[in-house]
Structure formats: C-alpha cells, structure tokens
C-alpha cells in the first residue's frame, strides 16, 4: 500500500507516513455513509449530537498543546498562531451548540385565502445527505472544523479529505469526535489520490460538496457534481485595503503587517494591495518596512517566530519570481524580495508596481504586501475593484461618510472598516463570489447550506 510521507515545511524532517486510501476502499467509505444516512433509525437525535460536540470542545480544550503543536510542525504555521487556530476550533464547536439551539422551521401563513382555508403549515430542517468536505493546508485544524463540525451538528454523514500535506490534524479531530462517543462512520477521513475525490465528488451518492482551495479545481469538481447535489466553495482573493489620509496610521500599521505576514501570507483573505493617498504613501511605506524588516522570520515550533515556512520549496521559488517580475514592472522592493531558505521567503514590501505585474493581478499566497499610492478615491476604488475577486477587503479611515461611500462601491462580501482583511470570528458568515468562490461559509452558515426545509401542510375541518 502507497505511503503518504507526511514532513515538516520548514526542514523537511518526517513526521510520520500515512497510507493512500485505495479508490475500492474510498467508495467502499462513501458507499456506507449513503446506507448510513438512508436508514433513519439509525440517525442520531440532536440532543446525542449536542453530547457528541460539547465532549468534544472538551478533550480539544483539554489536548490543546498538543494539537497546536501537531498543526505548526504539518502546516509551518507559529506555534503562537496555531495555538490561537485551536482555541477558534472549540469556539466554532461552541458556535455549532448555539445555533442548534434555534435550528428550527418556520410557520407559512395559511387561511388568507378560500383555498388555503382549514390548514396550518409549518417547514422543519432536515440533513440534506451525505456531505463530501477537501480541505486545505493552511489552516490543518480549524478548517477542517468548519467543515465537519456543521454536518455532524445537522446530522449529515461526512466523507473528508484533507490536503494531502497536512492530514494529521484532520485524523485528530476525527478520533477526538469518535472518544467523544460518535459512531465512526458517521465522520471518515480518506487520503485518495485527487482523481479518485473528483470520482466521488460526481458520484449521485453525494449530496452536499464543501471545498477549500483552488479557484481552478474548486470549479471543475462544482462542474462535476451530480443532479441536485449543492456546494460551496472558498477559493482566495488579493485582498484591497482603501487608506486615506484621516486614517491612523500608528494604530492601523500593526494591523495591516499581521494581516499581511500572518501565516506567511498564505491565507485566502490576507492583506495583498493597499491604496494609500499620495500624501502620506512615503511615510506610511516607510513605517511598514520598518515593521516588517523586524518579523522573527524561521522555526514555526520556536515560540519567537512571527513568520514561517511556506508549504513548499517551489511554493518559495513561485513567489520570488513574482516579487521579480514585480521589480521589472516598475516596482521598487523597499524590503525582502529575496529568500532566506528553501523554504522561507523575507517579508517583502513592494511600492507601485504596474498594474499588469502579477502581484498586482493574482493572489500572492507568501509574505508579500503592495502598496501603491493614489490621488483620486474613485481611482483607487476602480482600481481596487478591476480584479475578478470578491472577498474581503477594507477602508481606514476616520472620515465616517467616506467609509459609508467605499463601504458601498467596494466590490466585495465583506468590508472592515479600520481593521485589516484578515479578521474573522467563527460566528460570522464568511465566503467570496465571483472567482473568489460560491455559496457562504463560518458555522451557522454552513448548517443551513448542510440541511433542508421540509414543508408540512396539515388539513383539517377543525382548523
């Protein structure tokens, strides 16, 4: 059997090597998911699946270390920034608990008319089937929560794969939910290879698809599902930042640099091209730079480190050649643009690249801010909007009309005001549209795009 070598980003070291799930194997999985939810009396009533949760926060809260731990030496995140990702999982479990509480139907009016006249009606939620989750490697513990977490609270059966390079943080949420007393084949982890997912994903036994990624593959396996089969999908973005020249600087610097550098730029909403008025662009990229050329940059287990490895080598050499081909197009590299390893890339600050650099058209993905300078909001509006993103973005100002006025024109699902993209809490709905993704995730969210409402309509002469 295949052997998955599973290594730390940051030096290569083995962690340990997991098996390939079989393709037999795989649909042997999905196959008694389909049974499982098929036959009702085997369902779990919420209040079982509210026991199930709340003992799971419980042994998470309890094992957080170690988890921690085991998510920055898969992933390269700082063990400071993974602590924090374990903490957000029981939260989110918390927020799945909450919402269950009012996870209910609705009364439809009846009686407004004479052929509506002696009924009552009333919709309920149910699991809307088998959910498939392909996750990411970015986020190897708190990703997969949102993604398992809402069909085991609405009670849909879940297959899920993990990224192939971080696998061991899906497998220890998976075997917390099993102490904590869920039946193993309600939640099963594979680690097929993609053709064998993209297999499943087009198989009529799935009915709901959730996937972290690509834009690329996240629109070619939607193209794949089956009849009636529903997803949502979260690609990335090049998140814009609108600063003018009323914003504070101090307080918004530290803000912009976390959200830019956390993770080594390698979340799907980090702080990417920043429009800053001309008046102040010199001090502000002064300031950053500053800032940045100060990040503790290496070890993810070293509780000093702010920046990590990104995910591979190559992933290192791609965004070099962008800072590169930023620099040919006009860009002036105030700090980094060079590598410190194989895997580490120097937080890097560029100034007023083209439009058409790559930096200035793709999600970077690594440690790398943009920053251009602008005369005419509008302008900067434009230009922020001329990308076929839409996820989050910002606006630092302390001018409350203009922040009204970008707040409307900013073409994107969420606009912060005087904090950085970045910024997510677990309860709140996050998702992109256009190539950024489809649907809307966070945990509530995802429970209603996990269930169904079924409408009961009861007729009676005593009505």
Known sequence: MEKIKVTN??????????????????????????????????????????????????????RSSLLAMDA?????????????????AVEGIKVAIKELGHFGGREIPMNLTLSSAN?????????????????????????????????????????VKPASATPVSCRNLINILYEAGLPEEWCRMILCENK??????????????????????????????????????????????????????????????????????????????????????????????????KLMVGDPLDEKTEVGPLISSAEVDRVHDWVMDAKQKGATILCGGHKISDTCYAPTVLLNPDDEALVSRKEIFGPVIVVYGYNDKDEALKRANQLNFSFQSAVFTKDLEFALYAAKRLDAMAVLINDHTAFRVDWMPFGGSKESGLGVGGIGPSMHEMSLEKLLVIKSSML
């Open 72 to 88: 920055a030496r898969e992933g390269g995140k700082p063990l400071i920034d993974s602590v924090i990702e374990v903490e957000r």
């Open 119 to 159: 009924r009552m009606a009333y919709t309920m939620r149910e699991p809307r089937g088998v959910v498939m989750a392909i996750s990411a490697f970015n986020h190897p513990f708190n990703l997969i929560i949102h993604q398992v977490i809402p069909a085991i609270a609405v009670g849909c059966p879940v297959v």
């Open 196 to 293: 064998v997912a993209e297999k499943m994903v087009a198989d009529p036994m799935i009915s709901f698809l959730t996937f972290i990624g690509s834009a690329k593959v996240g629109w070619h396996l939607r193209s794949k599902l089956p009849p009636g089969a529903s997803c949502t999908l979260e690609h990335g973005g090049a998140a814009p930042v609108i600063f003018d020249e009323t914003a504070d600087m101090d307080e918004a610097l530290p803000l912009l640099v976390k959200g830019g550098y956390y993770h080594a730029g390698q979340v799907c909403v980090s702080v990417q091209r920043v429009f800053v008025h001309e008046s102040i662009v010199e001090e502000f990229a002064a300031k950053m730079t500053a800032m940045a050329k």
């Open 9 to 62: 980003p940051y030096d290569g070291t083995l962690i340990e090597e997991i098996e390939r799930t079989g393709e037999s194997e795989s649909f042997q999985i999905l196959k008694n998911a389909y049974q499982l939810f098929n036959d009702r009396s085997r369902w779990l009533p919420t209040y079982r699946r509210i026991e199930i949760l709340e003992k799971s926060a419980a042994i998470i809260r309890d």
